[in-house]
């Protein structure tokens, strides 16, 4: 995630505080040293950094903690609030009709953000369209088709027309029964005169609603000067931040931000089209200082649960907590699992499993663990629908079997065996549940008995 080392650091800081009844002004200068330091780190811009660290040695020095809270949480919640501040709201994207541009250099990922904000629409009930305008770049028009398959979203590009602005205007007419029409641009090694004339013709030309500037998180400090550009060129609503999941410093996008005055629309990772969030600012800075994002990970359990169900809408997960738990049963938590992205966002998501026990495993740590998950659906290809019915079948003779079909150790099957039994196991649990034990479970998660992401008992924490 970006900004994972500030997040990481900025945790470890904080965690000097535990058992502490008071702190000291020594206490504070060290934790906002920590946080300066890493902030620069980071490549946030110097003033940015000097504002949030006067705002959060001030406010810990002279306010005064509610009663009952720890100085630890009573900081943590200061960082938190500034953090939020300095990162500003997310960019108004109001879900009715609306044209929007995207602009940016080569490389930023204008393209496959533009098939990501499309499939992104998608899911929210509208009918998106891209138009690609760019006649500049080699591949540009079959990326952009391609992409939009993916997305499955309408498309218009002409690849042989070299008049981007003829394009633009022949896209508006082709995909004019679209509620909202993402315009690709063309980019630069630099923004040059060229590229600013271009893009202010597509402009006039689509009368956007909204101008989105894609920034690479690796850009570091030049972002900070490339989106002063732009805003003096075409003014800018709001910028996509992408390529997070590489290893970039990510706060040079922060500094962009703040240099025109705009706010951040969403962030991407990955390739795939589904590798978008929108930008909530408050959960971004919860997962960065390991207090997980409820509401992120709500939307993602239940867009992974309707395309689990698509193939297969027999598959009703209340039956498992009314009757026997499956291989079948777990296969599909798997598919919906896979469906929900790569393992390591999910646990940044859940309060008190991301943030400080992640920065505790391995790096490949959650790559094993979906290698695991990979080699699960395999071997459960080579059981029969009895074996999968009821896996308490499986003796020694059958699981040499499934080993020969599947090409699996029987070290890997056993395990697979072991973990429907545990799952089971806890299933069973939850059918003793009435509703209030369900709720206090949840509670539970939530506040991690007091202590989980350092904010149990805070109110809108």
């Known amino acids: 995630m970006v900004l994972d080392n500030l997040g990481s650091s900025l945790r470890g ?39 949030l660290s006067d705002n959060i040695e001030t406010r810990a020095l002279e306010e005064e903690p509610p009663a009952g809270t720890t100085p630890r949480d009573w900081v943590l919640r200061i960082v938190y609030e500034e953090l939020v501040e300095l990162v500003g709201e997310s960019t108004d994207l109001p879900l009715e009709e609306q044209t929007i541009m995207l602009a940016g250099l080569y490389g930023s990922g204008k393209t496959t953000t533009a098939a990501k904000m499309a499939w992104w629409f998608s899911t929210k009930g509208l009918r998106p369209a891209i138009i690609q305008t ?28 070299d008049d981007p602005v003829k394009i633009a205007r022949d896209g508006l007419d082709a995909t004019e029964e679209a509620d909202v029409r993402i315009v690709d641009t063309a980019g630069r090694d630099g923004l040059n005169e060229e590229l600013i004339e271009q893009i202010e013709r597509i402009e006039q030309e689509v009368q956007p609603e909204r101008n989105l500037l894609v920034l690479d998180a690796a850009m570091g400090q030049s972002a900070k000067s490339q989106a002063a550009d732009f805003q003096d060129a075409i003014g800018i609503d709001g910028v996509v931040i992408t390529k997070l999941d590489g290893t970039a410093k990510g706060g040079g996008a922060l500094a962009a931000v703040d240099e025109t005055d705009s706010t951040i629309a969403f962030l991407g990772s990955g390739e795939t089209v589904k590798d978008i969030e929108r930008f909530e600012p408050s959960g971004f800075i919860s997962r960065l200082l390991g207090m997980g994002d409820l509401k992120q990970l709500t939307e993602r359990v239940e867009r992974a649960m309707q395309e689990t169900g698509d193939e297969e809408e027999e598959w009703d997960p209340e039956q498992m907590l009314e009757g026997s738990f499956t291989l079948k049963d777990m296969r599909k938590q ?21 943030g400080g026990l992640m920065d505790q495993l391995p790096d490949d740590a959650m790559d094993v663990t979906q290698e695991r998950m990979r080699d699960f659906d395999v071997i459960m290809d080579s059981m029969t629908e009895e074996e999968l019915e009821n896996p308490r079948i499986i003796g020694q ?21 072991e973990q429907h039994k545990q799952m089971s196991q806890m299933l069973k649990q939850f059918q003793g549940m009435g509703d209030g034990d369900m709720e206090r479970m949840m509670k539970q998660m939530q506040q991690g008995d007091g202590d989980m992401g350092g904010m149990g008992g805070m109110g809108p924490f």
């Open 397 to 417: 003779s059958r699981t040499e079997r499934i080993c020969h079909g599947s090409g699996k150790p029987e070290e890997r099957v056993r395990e697979l065996l």
């Open 134 to 161: 760019d006649t500049d770049r080699p591949g540009a028009y079959d990326q952009a088709k391609e992409m939009a398959d993916r997305a499955e979203v309408d498309f218009y590009g002409d690849p042989d027309e």
């Open 334 to 354: 798997m598919e919906t699992m896979n469906n929900m992205g790569p393992l390591d966002q999910v646990m940044d998501m859940i309060p008190g499993m991301g």
């Open 13 to 51: 800081t904080l965690d000097n505080l535990r058992g502490k009844s008071r702190i000291s002004e020594e206490d504070i200068e060290d934790i906002v040293k920590e946080i300066q330091r890493s902030l620069l780190q980071a490549d946030v811009d110097v003033a940015l950094v000097q504002e």
